[in-house]
């Protein structure tokens, strides 16, 4: 029985041995890339071109050749930094000179924006290559997939700039030369403003059921009448604005009106009803009445203010005084701040832009007051109706 104790403890003591060696090898060892960096020097895109003899497109493809060894480092080493005084990446450096000696090969765009963004994670640079590539060859449908899709995934333009993303998008549709090109980004419009449509109607909803559930007496109603009645107005434009019959406008209005300036007050007869959905929608949200004695009418914005028309589409009276209260919130801290410091009050226009405060331009029908040390925006109420939801008791 001993002896056997005696052997097993040999056989451990011999595997912790062979364990032992093996291992030491490793304690305090570094990771060695089996790829090395060929990217010590990346000249400038003059001195690249100078040095290519007058073979710039064969020097550029040779250099991006060499380059792929680089691409393959990064993958282990995750650091762009190569010698010289300039503090940009490697990548973002050798692509400008490749572009530069051959702005017409398109691969330069694609690889550089992969390289840039997908492996060093600078979006910002690889957006700069695609935009140079949409510039010199507009009418390539891959670098202009590569660009939508790139600030849709880093730069989330679908959600916090959607009018910018459709420009966008159209611009695409007009510079493709065959029709089968242009079916990607169609699709793509249609469902942005399917998607639009959605979000609109749903924060309409929402803000307008919620200011019926709240009692006109709670402190939160003023808000939330607030919300539902901008939220209403966006609806409004969003669907009033593909129903409007194309004719140049007429800068004449009612004598209710002329204080609106160039703009008038949007009529039933500049929209065509033809959807039987968009009725409805506008229908529900009492921006369109109907009688059946007169028919269809166009009732005033959510605010109780008219509708109006200008060269710039439809126009929410009540939409841009609401936006005007809100911009006047900050100039009022900034009053605020410079009446603590000066020890007074502003007597007129001048003396508040001597202390650097310069107000927006305010809507038609509005006068700007100080009243306790905050701004107030007075407005003419004399062509106002009744509002959408009834205002807090």
């Given at each position: 029985?001993?002896?056997?104790?005696?052997?097993?403890?040999?056989?451990?003591?011999?595997?912790?041995?062979?364990?032992?060696?093996?291992?030491?090898?490793?304690?305090?060892?570094?990771?060695?890339?089996?790829?090395?960096?060929?990217?010590?020097?990346v000249p400038s895109p003059a001195m690249a071109r100078a040095m290519s003899l007058g073979?710039?497109?064969?020097?550029?493809?040779?250099?991006?050749?060499?380059?792929?060894?680089?691409?393959?480092?990064?993958?282990?080493?995750?650091?762009?930094?190569?010698?010289?005084?300039?503090?940009?990446?490697?990548?973002?450096?050798?692509?400008?000179?490749?572009?530069?000696?051959?702005?017409?090969?398109?691969?330069?765009?694609?690889?550089?924006?992969?390289?840039?963004?997908?492996?060093?994670?600078?979006?910002?640079?690889?957006?700069?290559?695609?935009?140079?590539?949409?510039?010199?060859?507009?009418?390539?449908?891959?670098?202009?997939?590569?660009?939508?899709?790139?600030?849709?995934?880093?730069?989330?333009?679908?959600?916090?700039?959607?009018?910018?993303?459709?420009?966008?998008?159209?611009?695409?549709?007009?510079?493709?030369?065959?029709?089968?090109?242009?079916?990607?980004?169609?699709?793509?419009?249609?469902?942005?403003?399917?998607?639009?449509?959605?979000?609109?109607?749903?924060?309409?909803?929402?803000?307008?059921?919620?200011?019926?559930?709240?009692?006109?007496?709670?402190?939160?109603?003023?808000?939330?009448?607030?919300?539902?009645?901008?939220?209403?107005?966006?609806?409004?434009?969003?669907?009033?604005?593909?129903?409007?019959?194309?004719?140049?406008?007429?800068?004449?209005?009612?004598?209710?009106?002329?204080?609106?300036g160039l703009n008038r007050a949007l009529q039933l007869s500049d929209i065509q009803l033809?959807?039987?959905?968009?009725?409805?929608?506008?229908?529900?949200?009492?921006?369109?009445?109907?009688?059946?004695?007169?028919?269809?009418?166009?009732?005033?914005?959510?605010?109780?203010?008219?509708?109006?028309?200008?060269?710039?589409?439809?126009?929410?009276?009540?939409?841009?005084?609401?936006?005007?209260?809100?911009?006047?919130?900050?100039?009022?801290?900034?009053?605020?701040?410079?009446?603590?410091?000066?020890?007074?009050?502003?007597?007129?226009?001048?003396?508040?832009?001597?202390?650097?405060i310069v107000l927006p331009e305010p809507p038609v029908g509005c006068t700007i007051s100080?009243?306790?040390?905050?701004?107030?925006?007075?407005?003419?109420?004399?062509?106002?109706?009744?509002?959408?939801?009834?205002?807090?008791?």
């Open positions: 029985m001993k002896r056997r104790a005696a052997f097993w403890s040999v056989v451990i003591l011999c595997g912790c041995c062979v364990l032992a060696w093996n291992v030491q090898r490793f304690v305090g060892a570094k990771a060695v890339y089996r790829s090395s960096s060929h990217l010590d020097f073979h710039r497109n064969t020097f550029a493809k040779l250099r991006w050749i060499q380059s792929f060894s680089y691409a393959q480092h990064q993958f282990e080493a995750r650091d762009d930094t190569i010698a010289g005084s300039d503090r940009r990446g490697g990548f973002v450096r050798l692509y400008e000179t490749l572009l530069h000696l051959d702005p017409y090969f398109e691969p330069y765009y694609t690889h550089g924006t992969l390289m840039t963004s997908g492996i060093v994670g600078d979006h910002q640079s690889a957006l700069y290559f695609l935009w140079s590539g949409i510039h010199i060859l507009p009418h390539n449908f891959s670098i202009w997939n590569n660009a939508a899709a790139h600030i849709v995934s880093f730069f989330d333009y679908e959600n916090r700039h959607p009018h910018l993303m459709q420009a966008l998008l159209e611009e695409w549709v007009a510079c493709m030369e065959y029709p089968e090109q242009t079916s990607l980004p169609l699709h793509w419009i249609s469902g942005l403003g399917t998607r639009k449509s959605s979000v609109e109607l749903q924060q309409a909803r929402y803000w307008v059921q919620k200011a019926h559930e709240t009692s006109r007496n709670h402190w939160q109603y003023s808000f939330i009448r607030s919300r539902a009645l901008i939220a209403l107005s966006k609806l409004g434009i969003h669907y009033l604005t593909p129903l409007l019959v194309e004719a140049p406008l007429v800068h004449t209005a009612p004598v209710d009106f002329q204080k609106l033809t959807n039987k959905k968009t009725i409805g929608q506008l229908l529900q949200y009492g921006i369109l009445s109907h009688d059946p004695a007169i028919g269809y009418q166009l009732n005033p914005d959510p605010f109780g203010f008219p509708w109006l028309l200008s060269s710039e589409g439809i126009i929410s009276t009540g939409l841009e005084r609401a936006y005007f209260d809100d911009r006047l919130a900050s100039y009022s801290r900034q009053l605020r701040g410079a009446i603590e410091l000066k020890h007074k009050r502003p007597q007129n226009q001048a003396e508040l832009e001597e202390w650097g100080i009243d306790d040390n905050h701004f107030r925006a007075v407005y003419d109420r004399s062509a106002s109706f009744e509002s959408f939801l009834p205002e807090a008791q």
